[in-house]
């Protein structure tokens, strides 16, 4: 019997040290901060020796995008990461086909898009990290000075000519970048028009092209992003502010009036991933919308998606969840 008793009393003991070894762990990684920054740094190189991530999309940002990833790779050092060019259709493709973990998209997925995608048996989560303006843009020399949304929609499906600035000068032409950048998706969404080309739209491959475009056609509009700002000759081309709701007063392309909603033309950057598409996949997204990312899109002196004052649409199942 005695026997018994002082071999329950050191399995006692074995598990009374095990559990305080447990406890003691536990205290030392919540009052140590440099612990916890240790894990979070290797936690990531520590899935794999030859973890790495390819994020594709990188041309829808071409600005803030190469920013996310180095500031991502300082605090993930161990981690590989190769980026590859391309707008939204591309960076859609490269995701969906693993030919990439992670992309910068610059408008969400379609109906259409997202069914592709549930019959493969996959979904793709896609969360904004930031918020530009559309821009109109003009010739230095044009009479044009502002252009209402309604106006612009008239140009757009051709119902008339918009006649604006002083002059009401006849705008008879809009420069638009290659859809697949995203940009002319996301201004069909703004403007709740359907997904046509009409024959005053001319196409052409980047923004840059855009605003060369306008500076030889004053009798032309464009259209560039905030993210994406053109890096021709600023000084033959600028920005004409917008009239939202008649009546109102026309507002230039601020940060502070594009957060508000003065400003209404505007589309979101998204960073997406696959809901299989592994950890470190996720972890990315999960790192540039959150505080950590949103502060750094913020300090790098653009609009972080949180800082947005408009109209929140709330559902019980999240965008492309399986029905």
């Known amino acids: 019997m005695s026997e018994r008793v002082s071999l329950r009393a050191r399995l006692l003991r074995g598990r ?56 991502y790779h300082r605090l993930y050092p161990k981690v590989g990461l190769r980026t590859s060019p391309g707008g939204t259709n591309r960076a859609l493709e490269d995701l969906v086909n693993k030919k990439a973990d992670v992309a910068f998209l610059s408008r969400p997925l379609n109906m259409q898009e997202h069914r592709m995608v549930r019959s493969l048996g996959d979904t793709v989560l896609a969360f904004p990290v930031a918020t530009a303006g559309i821009l109109v843009l003009v010739a230095k ?42 940009l002319w998706p996301a201004l069909l969404g703004q403007l709740s028009l ?51 709701q008649p009546g109102t007063a026309a507002v230039d392309p601020l940060p502070d009036e594009i957060a508000a909603g003065d400003y209404p033309l ?25 505080q950590h990312g949103q502060v750094f899109v913020r300090r790098e002196g653009f609009l972080p998606a949180r800082e947005v004052a408009r109209e929140i649409q709330l559902a019980n199942r999240p965008v492309g969840m399986p029905r």
Not at 35 to 44: I, T
Not at 203 to 213: K, N, Y
Not at 266 to 290: D, E, I, K, N, W
Request: proline residues 7%; contains cysteine.
């Open 141 to 182: 020399d044009s009479p044009v000075e502002s252009i209402s949304v309604e106006e612009l929609r008239d140009l757009i499906t051709g119902k008339r000519v918009a006649r604006t600035g002083s002059e009401r000068a006849a705008i008879v032409k809009l420069y638009a970048p290659d859809p697949d950048l995203g």
């Open 16 to 71: 009374f040290w095990l559990y305080g070894v447990i406890v003691l762990v536990l205290l030392l990684f919540r009052v140590v901060p440099s612990l916890r920054n240790g894990v979070g740094v290797l936690a990531p190189g520590s899935l794999s020796p030859s973890a790495s991530l390819v994020i594709a999309g990188i041309d829808n940002a071409p600005d803030l995008a190469p920013r996310l990833v180095a500031e």
């Open 266 to 290: 505007y589309h979101y950057l998204y960073v997406a991933c696959l809901q299989r598409g592994g950890a470190l996949a996720s972890g990315f997204v999960t790192m540039m919308q959150g």
């Open 194 to 244: 359907p997904d046509s080309v009409p024959a005053n739209v001319v196409w052409l491959a980047s923004e840059r092209e855009v605003a060369e475009a306008v500076v030889r056609d004053p009798a032309a509009l464009g259209l560039a992003s905030t993210l994406t700002s053109p890096p021709a000759d600023s000084a033959a081309w600028r920005t004409v502010r917008l009239v939202g």
